[in-house]
């Protein structure tokens, strides 16, 4: 995906590890386990928002702050509503942050269980949801109209 969206005229901006430091164990004895996933970070023009003053970390020294790594290690966390790994709302925060403004749309092409939903409403941004599957569609729907109250004029298709 990444490689046919630089290919597509999209400016891959940074490549960002997601650490999992409780990853689930796998059964697996030709391999390492995997404890990490990618989070590429794309923007369609080479300038472009970004808000680097919220994503600011403490320094190893604790004097001051400095720009983010692109290592993060953020707990994965269960949804009981849904069978597979969803993201933690701590994950998709600092990209929503980041990259757009109170108002602005997110949009995400894999909504999945609807986090990104969930996460926009709280940080007042609006945001478009693709998802193929109807199950998770309405799981979703559910999701954020608990989270939230309702999913007002935000949609999930």
């Known amino acids: 995906l990444a490689l046919a969206l630089q290919q597509d005229g999209w400016f891959l901006r940074s490549d ?3 650490n999992k430091p409780n990853a689930m164990p796998e059964s697996v004895k030709d391999r390492p386990t995997r404890s ?5 970070m794309f923007s369609k023009n080479e300038k472009y928002y970004y808000d680097y003053e919220s994503l600011k970390e403490p320094r190893d020294d604790g004097k001051g702050k400095r720009n983010r790594r692109s290592v993060w290690d953020i707990n994965t966390e269960p949804f009981k509503d849904a069978h597979f790994a ?11 942050t980041a990259g757009s403004r109170k108002g602005d749309y997110v949009l995400d092409p894999f909504f999945g269980s609807g986090t990104v939903g969930v996460v926009c409403h709280r940080l007042e941004r609006k945001y478009i949801g693709i998802e193929l599957h109807p199950a998770y569609i309405a799981l979703a729907e559910k999701r954020i109209a608990s989270n939230n109250g309702s999913n007002g004029h935000n949609k999930s298709k």
């Open 16 to 18: 960002i590890v997601w």
């Open 36 to 40: 990490h996933e990618y989070i590429f």
């Open 86 to 96: 969803t993201f933690p709302p701590k994950l998709v925060e600092p990209c929503i």
